[in-house]
């Protein structure tokens, strides 16, 4: 059996990732997902948060996705995203207040965002800074 996977990580402004990692890990539609080389098919749409994977060299990798659609085979790995950042270019301060105009957004209905899309906004906001939050627990283990 092999001991990687093919994965690549593309959204509609660049490919972010490419490359054979030993394990991926995502939030699909019903859950957290774990990927291994020789996985079962599967297609799921992704909800925002973290990509995280290892690459060959046992490098640790995370990518935050605002969402998309994440295809598996076999040998490949394919994850087609909205909008991604890596992990430690995520701004902080940009995720906080996105999060405080959802929120406003969501206490007065009579708000011109509508529901759906201030929950959305929210969800990505949250997801963001639960991204930095991660990345600062990986570097005080360092």
Do not use: W
């Amino acid at each position: 059996m092999c001991k990687t996977i093919k994965c690549d990580i593309v959204s509609s402004r660049t490919r972010l990732f490419s490359g054979e990692v030993t394990r991926f890990v995502a939030t699909g539609a019903a859950g957290e997902l774990g990927i291994y080389p020789g996985h079962a098919p599967l297609m799921t749409t992704l909800k925002p948060g973290m990509l995280q994977f290892t690459e060959e060299n046992g490098e640790e990798t995370m990518i935050f996705a605002a969402g998309g659609i994440l295809e598996v085979m076999p040998h490949l790995i394919t994850a087609l995203v909205d909008y991604a950042v890596r992990a430690d270019d995520v701004d902080e301060a940009a995720a906080k207040q996105a999060r405080e105009e959802a929120e406003r957004a969501l206490g007065d209905r009579a708000a011109s965002m509508d529901l759906m899309a201030a929950e959305m906004k929210l969800a990505e906001s949250l997801a963001q800074l639960k991204a930095v939050e991660l990345i600062r627990r990986k570097k005080l283990k360092r």
